[in-house]
């Protein structure tokens, strides 16, 4: 397994941005398929973005289309995640999570290694 540790997270105002980083170890990293998650209190943990091995190939959740953009440096085993346009809605603890197999990728139970998270704050 790979280890993961976010960083970046913080409190903005809606509008704003913030961009979140995920350093990985190992030298393996390329192998794996990189996810970002969110947890809001009370709420399931839900996907926000995910991308491929070699990030060519990028997805998704429609709440944050247009406004995050998921990419990786496999030089440096880092994962990023750009947001942009910030909304109240987005408060939530960011996950990053790791994956080597090509399946569902918005499903948390597919992936094999998780981050213990960073806090993201958006005030209205």
């Known amino acids: 397994q790979v280890q993961l540790v976010e960083s970046g997270g913080g409190l903005v105002q809606a509008g704003g941005s913030l961009r979140l980083s995920c350093a990985a170890s190992g030298r393996t990293f390329s192998r794996y398929i990189m996810g970002w998650f969110r947890q809001a209190p009370g709420q399931e943990r839900e996907f926000v973005a995910g991308?491929?091995?070699?990030?060519?190939?990028?997805a998704y959740a429609d709440s944050v289309k247009g406004r995050f953009t998921i990419s990786r440096d496999n030089a440096l085993n880092t994962v990023y995640l750009q947001m942009i346009s910030l909304k109240p809605e987005d408060t939530a603890v960011y996950y990053c999570a790791a994956k080597l197999l090509t399946t569902d990728w918005g499903l948390p139970s597919e992936y094999d290694s998780w981050g213990k998270g960073t806090q993201v704050t958006v005030s209205s």
């Open positions: 991308i491929g091995r070699i990030g060519g190939i990028t």
